[in-house]
C-alpha cells in the first residue's frame, strides 16, 4: 500500500531502542498512523530505516509501532536516547506507489456513466457509424477527433464557402454551394436570332458544348454563325455572339464539339468535305482545318467522342471514318460499316454528353433522334418525336444537352407581322434521352 507522507517530520529518540520490534518511544509522533521512519540519517555507521504501522501514547509518552527493520540497505542496530528520527522519501515508499498502480492497473477501474467518474473505450470508426453504447470491454464508449473525422454519419467537414450546406457524396460528408445540388434548370424555351432569316431554306446545322452549356446554329439564309449561352442560374439560352464565317454553307452540315473549340463542317460542291474550328467561347480564331478527301455530293454527317470526330459522306453513307484531330489538321485513324442512309440524308444536328453520341435527323413532322451505342455509328437504336407544325415551318430539329438523363429537341419556325416574316425563332422543348 502506499503512505502519505508528512513533510518536515523530525523528532528524537526518548529511550533506548533494542533489537526487535514493538513500541519505541520519541518526543514527538507522527501524525500519520503507518510510514517509513529514518534513524540518525546522517550517520553512515548507525542510520536504519523501519517500518512503523501504529502510533500511540503510554505512560512512557509518545511511540510508534515498528513491525519492520533494517530495510533498504541498512541493518538493525541499537539506538540511544537522543538520536534524530526523520521522515525522508525513501525508495520504499516508491516501491509500494509502484505496487500500488501495477495492483490498479490490474484490477481495472470501474467503468464510467453519466454520474460516476471511471474508465472509458475509445470507440472505432464503425462503432461510431452503427451508433454503439460500450465496447469489447464493456466499457462506455468515447470519441476522438480521428474517429469523428473517419465515421461517416458524423459531418465532421470544415466549411470551404460561406452559404454551403452539408450534404452526402454517396460515401461520406461535404461541403457544397446549394446551387451545385439543385436540379439542372429545364423547360420549354422560345428564342429568336439576332438576324433576320426569312427560311427560304432548311439548309441549316446545329450543335452544342458536352455540358449543354452553350449550342451553335449555322443558317444557310443568313450565313450567320450564332452561339447561345446557357445562364447557370435560370436555365435559360441566349445569344451571345454572331458571326459570318469565311467557309461557305452550301448544304446541310455538321457542327461538334472538342474541347474548348467547336468544328463546323460542309462542303463547296467540288465533292471534297471541309472544316472550320472556332473558339467556342467567343467564335473567334477562325481556322480552316486541313481534312482528308472525300467524296460528297450533299449532306454530310459527322459526330464526336468528345476527342475524335466521326464522318458519314452522302456520297458513301455505308462507311463511316474516325478522323483524330492535332492543331489544324484531321487524319483518318480508321473507318468501319454503318447503316445505308441514315447519318448524311438530312441530318444537322449532334451531341455528345460525356458518355453516349446522339444525332438528331431532321424530318417535317417527326424528327429521328439516334443514339449511337457503338460510337462509329455500326450499332444504334432510334427513336421518334412528333414536332408542332408551323405555316411555313422549314426542315429542321437539333439536340442539345441537359443532364445524364434529359436533352433539348429544337426546331425553327417563323414569326410573322402584316408585311411578311420578321424572324427566325428557335423553340427548345425538353425530353428525356432514348
Known sequence: MSYTLQNFYKSTLTLDWTIGTG??????????????????????????????????????????????????????????????????????YWNDMNTDIANIVASGVSNANTTTMGGLEIATPAEVDAGTATGGTGASLALTPDNVN??????????????????????????????????????????????????????????????????????????????????????????????????????????????????????????????????????????????????????????????????????????????????????EASTATVTTATFAENQNSTMWDGTTAYMARMDMASPSIYKLTSIDGSSFSTTTRIKPIYSDVQYGSFIINIDTTKMYIGFMYPEYDEAGVISCRLYLIPVTKP
Open 23 to 92: 513500541n519505541f518511544y520519541v518526543a514527538v509522533a507522527p501524525t500519520q498512523s503507518t510510514g517509513w521512519l529514518v534513524i540518525s540519517p546522517n550517520n553512515s555507521t548507525i542510520r536504519e530505516i523501519i517500518k512503523y504501522t501504529a502510533t500511540g501514547t503510554d505512560s512512557n509518552g509518545p511511540y510508534v509501532t515498528v513491525s519492520v527493520r533494517g530495510v533498504g540497505g541498512t541493518t538493525e542496530q541499537i539506538h540511544t536516547v537522543g538520536e534524530p528520527i526523520r521522515m525522508n522519501i525513501t525508495a520504499e
Open 150 to 331: 473517419t465515421a461517416h454519419n458524423i459531418p465532421f467537414v470544415v466549411p470551404s464557402t460561406a452559404g454551403n450546406i452539408m450534404n452526402s457524396n454517396g460515401t461520406d460528408w461535404q461541403s457544397s454551394p446549394i446551387a451545385s445540388l439543385l436540379p439542372t434548370p429545364f423547360f420549354q424555351q422560345d428564342l429568336a436570332l439576332s438576324a433576320n432569316d426569312s427560311l427560304s431554306t432548311g439548309e441549316f446545322t446545329a450543335g452544342s458544348m458536352t455540358d449543354g452549356s452553350a449550342f451553335f446554329l449555322r443558317v444557310q439564309g443568313n450565313g450567320k454563325l450564332y452561339r447561345f449561352q446557357k445562364d447557370t442560374a435560370t436555365g435559360l439560352y441566349y445569344e451571345t455572339h454572331s458571326i459570318t464565317p469565311t467557309l461557305t454553307c452550301t448544304d446541310n452540315g455538321a457542327i461538334i464539339n472538342i474541347g474548348s473549340y467547336i468544328y463546323m463542317f460542309t462542303h463547296t460542291g467540288t465533292n471534297v468535305t471541309l472544316s472550320s474550328r472556332f473558339l467556342a467561347a467567343d467564335l473567334t480564331g477562325e481556322q480552316v482545318m486541313t481534312v482528308p478527301s472525300v467524296v460528297q455530293t450533299g449532306s454530310c454527317g459527322v459526330w464526336s467522342d468528345g476527342a475524335s470526330a466521326y464522318v458519314v459522306s452522302n456520297s458513301s453513307q455505308t462507311t463511316s471514318r474516325k478522323w483524330t484531330v492535332s492543331g489544324t489538321t484531321f487524319t
